[in-house]
């Protein structure tokens, strides 16, 4: 169906006021006419600001208002001239959308009513307007247009409109555009809560004619992302067993299902839909929902081997020579049950601590400590390390990016056995911190004295202020507090008011949790 919508403008001019009226078209299924989306004012919300429908997105990318237009055109500038920084920083004030449906909060558990929309994200092409025109004319693409960075495309993909299969159906898109584009898509579109920014592309393509992408039959597909190695003979096993399990049953197919998963990670999927098709009831699209829904407990890979020996033992007999029947051992039952494994994990050997990575002057002392101590390198250079760490804190911060500055501290936690001097290796190095800290603590005891006692007045003080205004309002004498008297009472205590002057720690003495909650600065003097 085709929208005209009109996007007003007021553009101020000397003398007068001049209303300028865009118009634009937008083209898409009818299907999709009263579909909406959920609209946020930027990547921080997590509230939609408003519901919106597909033709007024289209139209805002097309023909944005002018503080959108704006912005955009001034990220593409920050990344023209290099700065990628400021062109991810100032991204995220954009204005962002769910393609994927409408939410009460921005997460996947907020979903409300899917859209039957896919994201399509395709970054760094090298011909973005091409590749745009091209994708357009797929026939389960409903619009195409250029990414705010104008060095990617966006497309909206036409699904179908449930949330069960979203995952799914986006791994199956994956693969569509790697046959058809030989394009990679990105791979957070999985996400059905995953925000869109809004782009600026006056040249944006829409089909009216667009069809729904349907799940291939037998699909299979499952995010090679999130698979884990595992051994191919515990693989194996896992195919004996359901080899001896039928899955009509409901709880057993989805008993075997977490089992698998328990077992076998997301490699484990594969096998459970291509067991699951010799089952009456296999539904091929509800299978990906029901893994996703398994999040382990007391169904482990060991619920796998019980039923499928269990199965064995019900069916296998055979008579010996002298006509006694007995059960028949079942002749690979080592692939049904694993290997014993100790409780106890196997000691690792011990990597050699990069003492290289200390730098030369903590590393010399690290090396003349170790040469009379004799404590294990690692115990040496992490007391040497938070002594450093102490002594330059309040001096220097440690940028990780542009946005995450702070104090370069650092914490170290050493485990050993009572003797090993954890105590006496960390006094090597703190002694100057100490000396300096009984230092401060003796220039400052007089201030300090000082302080303490001008605090100890400025508390008499206050307390007889508060008296005073306790006093007026139980005379009722006014019930106007803006009084000039209780104005002079309440100035009084603000121009009283004393901070308290502390000896400065660079370290505390060493004791129990309880010491420490008990710890009193003023008894180092």
């Avoid at 006056?202 to 299979?220: G, M, R, S, Y």
């Avoid at 803006?482 to 100035?491: A, W």
């Amino acid at each position: 169906m085709y929208f005209r919508i009109q996007i007003l403008n007021l553009q101020g001019k000397i003398g007068c006021n001049e209303r300028k009226v865009m118009t634009t078209e937008t083209k898409i299924p009818d299907a999709l006419d009263h579909v909406r989306i959920s609209l946020f004012d930027n990547a921080t919300s997590t509230k939609p600001q408003k519901n919106i429908s597909i033709h007024e997105l289209l139209s805002l990318i097309k023909n944005p208002q002018d503080k959108i237009q704006e912005q955009i055109e001034s990220l593409r500038q920050h990344l023209m001239k290099g700065d990628e920084e400021k062109y991810k920083h100032g991204k995220k004030k954009l204005v962002a959308v769910t393609v994927s449906g409408t939410f009460s909060r921005r997460k996947t558990e907020g979903l409300l009513d899917h859209s039957g929309i896919l994201q399509i994200d395709i970054d760094k092409v090298e011909n973005p307007s091409m590749l745009r025109d091209k994708i357009a004319q797929d026939q389960h693409i409903l619009s195409a247009f250029l990414s705010p960075s104008n060095q990617g495309v966006k497309a909206l993909m036409f699904i179908p409109a449930d949330h069960s299969v979203h995952k799914e159906v986006f791994m199956a898109a994956d693969s569509y555009f790697k046959e058809h584009y030989n394009v990679q898509i990105d791979k957070s579109c999985k996400d059905v809560s995953r925000l869109m920014f809004l782009s600026y592309d006056p040249d944006l393509k829409t089909n009216p004619n667009a069809v729904p992408f349907e799940l291939p039959e037998d699909n299979l597909l499952f995010d090679a992302s999130d698979v884990t190695s595992i051994e191919n003979s515990d693989c194996e096993r896992a195919k004996v067993a359901l080899e001896k399990i039928s899955p009509e049953e409901y709880g057993t197919w989805i008993n075997a299902g977490m089992a698998l998963k328990d077992h076998l990670g997301q490699s484990g999927f594969p096998l459970w839909c291509s067991w699951s098709k010799s089952s009456s009831k296999y539904n091929q699209k509800e299978m990906q929902g029901k893994w996703d829904s398994f999040t382990g407990g007391n169904i482990t890979a060991a619920t796998l081997f019980y039923m499928a020996s269990d199965t064995l033992k019900d069916s296998v007999d055979f008579t010996t020579n002298n006509g006694t029947k007995k059960k028949r051992e079942y002749e690979n039952s080592e692939l049904l049950w694993p290997e014993l494994v100790p409780l106890m994990r196997e000691e690792e050997e011990p990597r050699p601590y990069p003492i290289d990575a200390l730098g030369e002057v903590i590393k010399e002392a690290v090396i003349e400590c170790k040469s009379f101590g004799k404590q294990p390198l690692a115990m040496i250079s992490s007391a040497a390390l938070a002594t450093a760490s102490i002594a330059c804190q309040g001096h220097v911060d440690v940028a990780r990016d542009s946005e995450n500055i702070g104090p370069i501290s650092l914490y170290f936690l050493t485990i050993a056995e009572s003797g090993e001097r954890k105590t006496g290796t960390d006094r090597i190095f703190s002694k100057p911190l100490e000396e300096w800290q009984r230092k401060v603590a003796k220039e400052m005891q007089n201030e300090i004295i000082e302080s303490r006692a001008m605090l100890d007045a400025w508390k008499s003080e206050r307390t007889a202020l508060l008296s005073q205004i306790k006093q007026e309002k139980n005379k009722k004498l006014t019930k106007d507090y803006s009084t000039e008297k209780n104005v002079k009472i309440s100035e009084g205590i603000k121009l009283s008011n004393r901070d308290r002057c502390d000896v400065p720690l660079a370290k505390t003495p060493q004791a129990s949790s309880e010491d420490l909650l008990a710890f009193e600065p003023e008894k180092v003097i």
